[in-house]
Nanobody, 122 residues
Framework: QVQLVESGGGLVQAGGSLRLSCAAS????????MGWYRQPPGKQRELVAT???????NYADSVKGRFTISGDNAKNTVFLQMNSLKPEDTAVYYC????????????????WGQGTQVTVSS
């Protein structure tokens, strides 16, 4: 069994900062990449940022220069530092583990966390 558990969401005023954390636990052999996605109210889920096991990062244009993704491969954790938050950043943020191989090494899996709410007030 594998679980992704997010933390760090909450309510913040525009211009403020939040730091999200996500820890993957269970029978994990390796993870190709971890990332953050978000789903604003009434909209589809969208990419925020991803980081590969080699440290390569990718960001949505809307968060470049404001958000920073980082990870700890040894602990299967990923973080999202969010600065200069805007009301349009309000969403449920989901952690994702892509290309996760369990200790059975039978195939790659795609896992999602349960989501954490981020609300930015104007």
């Amino acid at each position: 069994q594998v679980q992704l558990v997010e933390s760090g969401g909450g309510l913040v005023q525009a211009g403020g900062s939040l730091r999200l954390s996500c820890a993957a636990s269970g029978s994990i052999f390796s993870i190709n990449a971890m990332g953050w996605y978000r789903q604003p109210p009434g909209k589809q889920r969208e990419l925020v940022a991803t980081i590969t096991s080699g440290g390569s990062t990718n960001y949505a244009d809307s968060v470049k220069g404001r958000f920073t993704i980082s990870g700890d491969n040894a602990k299967n954790t990923v973080f999202l530092q969010m600065n200069s938050l805007k009301p349009e950043d309000t969403a449920v943020y989901y952690c994702n583990a892509d290309g996760l191989v369990t200790t059975t090494r039978d195939r790659e899996y795609d896992y999602w966390g349960q989501g954490t709410q981020v609300t930015v007030s104007s």
